[in-house]
């Protein structure tokens, strides 16, 4: 029973993995690459007095979402390998936005689909040892 469930939590793993890629490389049409490395601009912007950033803070809340289920179904229960995955998994997408000309590459974007995995993590934990 118990490699039946690892196989069963690496296939949910995977699957969301790729559907991951899907949304954030495959589904769009190659163009220009760019990228925005200032370290949470849309929130310092907002929370100056710019209303139009609102969209791009609420985006950022959705990234962290977006990769709660990357650290709650992370096949390998270690904090630092979720974090480290997690950390990889975002990076390489970014790199592949810019360089594939996907999409805008940012720094928000890693640190927010990091958190999210972290955030997973951390669901998993609780699910797991409630009392702990």
């Given amino acids: 029973m118990r490699g039946i469930k690892r196989k069963l939590i690496w296939t949910v793993f995977i699957a969301y993995c790729l559907f991951v890629l899907y949304l954030t490389v495959f589904s769009r049409q190659p163009g220009h690459g760019k990228m925005d490395l200032r370290f949470m601009w849309s929130y310092r912007e907002y929370f100056a007095g710019n209303p139009a950033r609102k969209k791009d803070v609420i985006q950022n ?11 709650l179904f992370h096949p390998v229960k ?35 689909n990091t958190l999210g995995a972290v955030i997973g993590f951390l669901v998993w934990m609780l699910i797991r040892d409630p009392q702990g």
């Fill in 61 to 71: 809340l959705q990234n962290i979402l977006f990769f709660v289920p990357f650290g």
């Fill in 78 to 112: 270690k904090w630092q390998a979720v974090i480290v995955t997690g950390f990889l998994f975002s990076l390489g997408i970014e790199l592949v936005q810019y360089f594939g000309g996907y999409g805008l590459a940012e720094l928000d974007d890693l640190l927010c």
